[in-house]
């Protein structure tokens, strides 16, 4: 422990010269060959990393980055949001690529001061921010031309969702479970990443009077009148089955709960906003129009 800290305060000294360069980073100016030792904190940034054709450059990743299957190979440094500054130090990176809500804040700080180059990359809940967040990274590594080919080949997924999103006959309103731990329904409301993607498949939020993600009490849950129950697809002791579900008083009075309509995703996979949300969402919809095919 008291070696490390040793270390992070060697690299003070390096500090203003390393934010120099992080500000390099984000803005495409390069280093010859760019970042060879890079740590993706969350699980997009790994996964971009990947389809930019740099995994080689990958030396860990936290704990949510679970796509391609390659990345579990590498060292966990942790959940993205609580690094440890001296984990991360201990690892030399060349460059940390990290979610927008990496942290916590002191970890950062540390980081910074410790000269360590740390670029964030955007918050991702609309098309836009997904090509964003690819070009943030693409700079970052400085390999543009790959970051632009990434791009390309995202938007037509997305323009093709989007296409498919506005051809739904009617939008089914989805009630999206994060958890159900002691019986309460923890939800998605508003300004969340899942109201975002079902709002991509062509779907409507079924909670719009709560911000993020809150508990919903049995009324609320009722009132929402879902005709799809959406979770994530995960095991562990947050995993959600299905008989759960529509064993709950208020969730089997739905439209979704009577009718046994429950749709299961990967979580990074439906919530990352990475290179694949155009294909998640082109497969939420077909399983919203299935959905809707038995309701008729």
Same mark, same amino acid.
């Given at each position: 422990m008291t070696s490390l800290r040793n270390r992070a305060m060697e690299r003070v000294q390096a500090g203003a010269a390393a934010l120099v360069l992080v500000t390099a980073l984000a803005s495409g100016a390069q280093a010859e060959d760019g970042p060879r030792r890079v740590v993706a904190a969350g699980g997009s940034a790994a996964? #971009?990393?990947?389809?930019?054709g740099q995994g080689d450059r990958l030396i860990a990743r936290d704990t949510t980055s679970s796509y391609p299957e390659a990345v579990l190979a590498?060292?966990?440094?942790?959940?993205?949001?609580?690094l440890s500054a001296e984990n991360l130090i201990a690892m030399d990176p060349d460059l940390i690529l990290a979610e927008h809500d990496a942290g916590p804040p002191e970890t950062i700080e #540390?980081? =910074?001061?410790?000269g360590v180059p740390l670029v964030t990359l955007p918050e991702a809940r609309t098309p836009a921010d997904v090509l964003a967040k690819i070009s943030v990274t693409a700079q970052a590594l400085g390999v543009p031309e790959a970051g632009a080919a990434l791009a390309a080949r995202t938007q037509a997924e997305?323009? =093709? =969702?989007?296409t498919a999103a506005a051809s739904l006959p009617i939008r089914p309103r989805v009630l999206f479970v994060l958890s159900m731990q002691g019986g309460r329904i923890l939800a998605a409301g508003t300004e969340t990443s899942a109201a975002a993607m079902i709002a991509m498949a062509g779907g409507v939020n079924a909670v719009t009077d709560l911000s993020g993600y809150k508990p919903l009490t049995d009324e609320a849950a009722i009132a929402a009148a879902p005709d799809v129950i959406l979770v994530m697809d995960r095991g562990g002791d947050l995993a959600i089955e299905t008989d759960q579900l529509l064993a709950h008083p208020a969730l089997g009075l739905t439209p979704a709960g009577q009718a046994g309509r429950v749709l299961r995703m990967d979580g990074l996979y439906l919530l990352g906003f990475g290179p694949r949300t155009g294909a998640a969402a082109l497969e939420l919809n077909r399983a919203l129009r299935g959905g809707l095919a038995e309701q008729g």
């Amino acid at each position: 422990m008291t070696s490390l800290r040793n270390r992070a305060m060697e690299r003070v000294q390096a500090g203003a010269a390393a934010l120099v360069l992080v500000t390099a980073l984000a803005s495409g100016a390069q280093a010859e060959d760019g970042p060879r030792r890079v740590v993706a904190a969350g699980g997009s940034a790994a996964e #971009i990393v990947f389809a930019l054709g740099q995994g080689d450059r990958l030396i860990a990743r936290d704990t949510t980055s679970s796509y391609p299957e390659a990345v579990l190979a590498l060292p966990d440094v942790g959940y993205v949001r609580s690094l440890s500054a001296e984990n991360l130090i201990a690892m030399d990176p060349d460059l940390i690529l990290a979610e927008h809500d990496a942290g916590p804040p002191e970890t950062i700080e #540390i980081l =910074a001061h410790a000269g360590v180059p740390l670029v964030t990359l955007p918050e991702a809940r609309t098309p836009a921010d997904v090509l964003a967040k690819i070009s943030v990274t693409a700079q970052a590594l400085g390999v543009p031309e790959a970051g632009a080919a990434l791009a390309a080949r995202t938007q037509a997924e997305l323009d =093709a =969702a989007a296409t498919a999103a506005a051809s739904l006959p009617i939008r089914p309103r989805v009630l999206f479970v994060l958890s159900m731990q002691g019986g309460r329904i923890l939800a998605a409301g508003t300004e969340t990443s899942a109201a975002a993607m079902i709002a991509m498949a062509g779907g409507v939020n079924a909670v719009t009077d709560l911000s993020g993600y809150k508990p919903l009490t049995d009324e609320a849950a009722i009132a929402a009148a879902p005709d799809v129950i959406l979770v994530m697809d995960r095991g562990g002791d947050l995993a959600i089955e299905t008989d759960q579900l529509l064993a709950h008083p208020a969730l089997g009075l739905t439209p979704a709960g009577q009718a046994g309509r429950v749709l299961r995703m990967d979580g990074l996979y439906l919530l990352g906003f990475g290179p694949r949300t155009g294909a998640a969402a082109l497969e939420l919809n077909r399983a919203l129009r299935g959905g809707l095919a038995e309701q008729g």
